[in-house]
């Protein structure tokens, strides 16, 4: 039996045979916590940690993805908790220069005055999760790599397929452990969300990107959205005639919350992880990836800022993109840093070295050597092909080149049956594509697009000529002597001469064949024709990749976890935004020499901190009833005011923000919503001394909801508790 066959096996080995571990790092699967049920006992946690593993029952149950992010029912109603800045593109989407929710904030009196979320916004609830392995992988061993990368993209597909013919359910198949398990995630599917409350960015964004990452933090990091379904309870677009969801769980929400030292844990939907990735993906990260992205970043956000000028219509539509931009700029700082600071790159290293050692130990495990050295040979490709790419990837970025270039694809895919398409082009996927479309007129100004653009070419145009792409080159009629100052008049005429600004345009595009797109005289569009057979080929060479990977990344991880296993440790799969759950307990911490985070900070630091002018700028209502002391009943006795934000030990990343932070009796007593700007890089390794999570209190969001939005309504809708 080969070490790939024996993978799955060992995963239920490792945990049940797993000794003790951190009660802080892992972003476990429900179906793990019972493996690990006496460490969540010991930790605090008073339910039965069987129930945890029950998507169905309470409480996961009541834990939603929103497909990016991460929140929870807390009414039998359908309301919705999430994160602010979960749901501020769906405010964003509804504001105007005039009508500014950004600015103002935005409360429904009545839920008649709810308003339609952003399109594609949906809410999902995990209902069921399958082990489809044998499905997927059966019969895969032998073949060609691209061949292998395609049917087992084609059996995930069909198994999708199977799994949706339940109407009003979208579907995934997962991957974990690099491929070598996979689950099929049955989800129902709310489409029409409706954003109910979100405070003004004065308190939901306070702060702003300055505090971004920071300790202490003081952001009111929270909104509620809304689930609507048809009268008959199905899933149902927009429709004035529809009602609230009845979801079969809520939370409840703690107005007596936590204390310094108690049980906490967080239950969402976190992005992505790279714990297992090998040394030579770790080297070109950090030694290139993330510090030539980072330098465009900066370019990148000043480049927006000075094309749309505060107060513009323009600055409203590209507000959520660049609060996206600081966030991930900050971040790659912080990623950056903190490798360098704890030794990354000599860390996995070492982790190899031990790893191979292990395996040399036993003559046995030659196969795990012969399948890692293999892998860490394709790693250094993948980086090399990462590198030339760069930036002809970041030219085909502006938005009417990129809705030209799907437009086009979509024309190509759907020469072929349906089951047959890519993912994102299937029948499946076309009600996302067109409200795609259509979200392009509040997310979209030419001036913008253009400086953008030109921005890319700048760098695109400064590489050598052996890595520029002909074909680009001659569709724009770039040279070996083209400047930077002659791109913009260069690029003119694109924004001149295009109708793919015109939503309707663009939508009845969805419908044109492949010649009419090929015949078009759209500049947009003849430049999508001109570059697709680059495109494919680009796309080739990656699933080629991926392919191999596929072969040798499962005999990888099937080492780690036997290695880990004799250290007695359960190897948790890297996320992969399915649902996990990560506890611990409220903390503080020491980050580095000489510097201190206490738990939880207060009201009277937002008046500390407050200048009057954005991004620290509360409004006066917020300010007076804290000057007045009005603490009501949702004071902390150990610090004497009401917590604002709170520190705890959580292992969590991208993708969980609005994660629901538990106590131990599942009660919601805070939403998880960033990290410390020394946490970010354990997305990569996880230091227990410097890892801390950034969650908004409960009692901070019922004290605004009471004392200064006035949203008394939505606090008698849910269920409070002491």
Request: aromatic letters at 10%; glycine letters at 8%; one cysteine or more.
């Amino acid at each position: 039996m080969t070490p790939t066959k024996l993978f799955t096996i060992n995963l239920l080995l490792a945990a049940s045979l797993a000794a003790p571990l951190s009660a802080k790092e892992g972003m476990f699967t429900p179906d793990q916590l019972q493996e690990i049920s006496d460490e969540l006992s010991e930790a605090g946690l008073e339910l039965e940690p069987e129930a945890l593993a029950d998507l169905t029952g309470f409480p996961m149950g009541a834990v939603v993805s929103l497909g990016g992010c991460s929140a929870s029912f807390v009414s039998p109603e359908g309301l919705v908790v999430t994160n602010h800045h979960c749901a501020r593109g769906s405010v964003q989407y509804n504001s105007t220069a005039e009508n500014n929710y950004l600015e103002d904030g935005f409360l429904a009196a009545t839920k008649s005055d709810e308003l339609p979320a952003a399109p594609g916004s949906r809410i999902y609830v995990t209902t069921e999760v399958t082990d489809v392995t044998g499905q997927v992988r059966e019969g895969t061993e032998g073949m060609e790599a691209l061949e292998r990368y395609e049917l087992v993209q084609q059996r995930r597909k069909d198994i999708i397929a199977g799994c949706e013919e339940t109407a009003g359910y979208r579907c995934q198949v997962a991957s974990f452990y690099g491929g070598a398990q996979y689950k099929l995630v049955k989800r129902l599917e709310v489409r029409d969300v409706r954003i109910v409350y979100a405070p003004a960015d004065s308190i939901g964004k306070y702060g702003g990107d300055i505090d971004n990452w920071q300790w202490p933090r003081h952001t009111g990091d929270f909104a509620f959205y809304r689930a609507y379904v048809a009268p008959d309870g199905s899933a149902a677009d927009f429709d004035e005639a529809n009602v609230p969801y009845e979801p079969e769980h809520h939370l409840k929400v703690s107005a007596s919350g936590l204390d310094d030292g108690d049980f906490v844990m967080a239950a969402g939907y976190p992005g992505s992880t790279s714990r297992y990735t090998l040394l030579a993906e770790v080297e070109n990260t950090f030694n290139w990836t993330y510090p030539t992205f980072q330098t465009l970043l900066t370019d990148w956000i000043v480049t927006i800022e000075t094309a749309a000028p505060e107060g513009s219509d323009a600055r409203v539509k590209y507000e959520s993109r660049l609060a996206g931009l600081n966030n991930f700029e900050k971040n790659l700082r912080g990623q950056i840093d903190g490798a360098r600071r704890v030794g990354l790159v000599d860390r996995r290293r070492a982790r190899e070295a031990a790893l191979g050692e292990w395996i040399a130990a036993d003559p046995a495990r030659a196969g795990f050597g012969e399948a890692i050295g293999q892998l860490a040979a394709l790693s250094e490709e993948s980086a090399a092909a990462s590198r030339t790419s760069f930036w002809y990837r970041n030219v085909s970025r502006p938005s009417l080149f990129s809705t030209a270039r799907r437009l086009y694809r979509l024309s190509k895919e759907r020469q072929k049956p349906n089951a047959e398409r890519e993912s994102g082009y299937q029948d499946r996927d076309m009600t996302f594509f067109r409200q795609g479309l259509q979200a392009l007129d509040r997310r979209y100004d030419p001036a913008v697009d253009k400086a953008e653009w030109v921005l890319f070419l700048s760098g695109y145009i400064a590489q050598p000529m052996g890595e520029r792409v002909v074909a680009f080159d001659q569709a724009l009629g770039l040279t070996s002597e083209t400047t930077a100052e002659e791109l913009p008049a260069l690029v003119d005429r694109f924004y001149a001469d295009t109708t793919l600004g015109d939503a309707e345009t663009r939508l009845a595009l969805m419908d044109a064949s492949t010649a009419d797109l090929e015949a078009s005289e759209d500049p947009f569009m003849q430049l999508a024709v001109a570059m697709y057979e680059y495109g494919f080929q680009l796309e080739t060479e990656s699933k080629t990749r991926s392919g191999r990977s596929l072969a040798l990344r499962p005999a990888y991880m099937e080492a780690i976890t036997q290695w880990q296993r004799e250290t007695g440790t359960l190897t948790y799969p890297d996320a992969n935004s399915t649902l996990r759950v990560t506890f611990g307990s409220v903390l503080g911490g020491s980050p580095r020499d000489g510097m201190a985070y206490l738990p939880f900070t207060t009201l009277e630091g937002i008046t500390d901190k407050d200048t009057g002018e954005d991004p620290f700028n509360s409004p006066d209502k917020l300010l007076e009833r804290i000057e007045a002391k009005d603490y009501g009943a949702y004071a902390l006795d150990s610090i004497g005011s009401v917590p604002v934000n709170f520190l705890s030990d959580l292992d969590s990343t991208g993708g969980n923000s609005g994660s629901a932070t538990l106590n131990s009796r599942a009660e919601l007593v805070g939403l998880l919503f960033d990290g410390t700007f020394e946490s970010v890089n354990s997305d990569w390794d996880f230091d227990p001394r410097t890892t801390r999570t950034i969650h908004v209190d409960t009692r901070y969001m019922l004290w605004v909801m009471d004392k200064v939005d006035g949203a008394q309504a939505l606090i008698d809708e849910m269920d409070i508790v002491e």
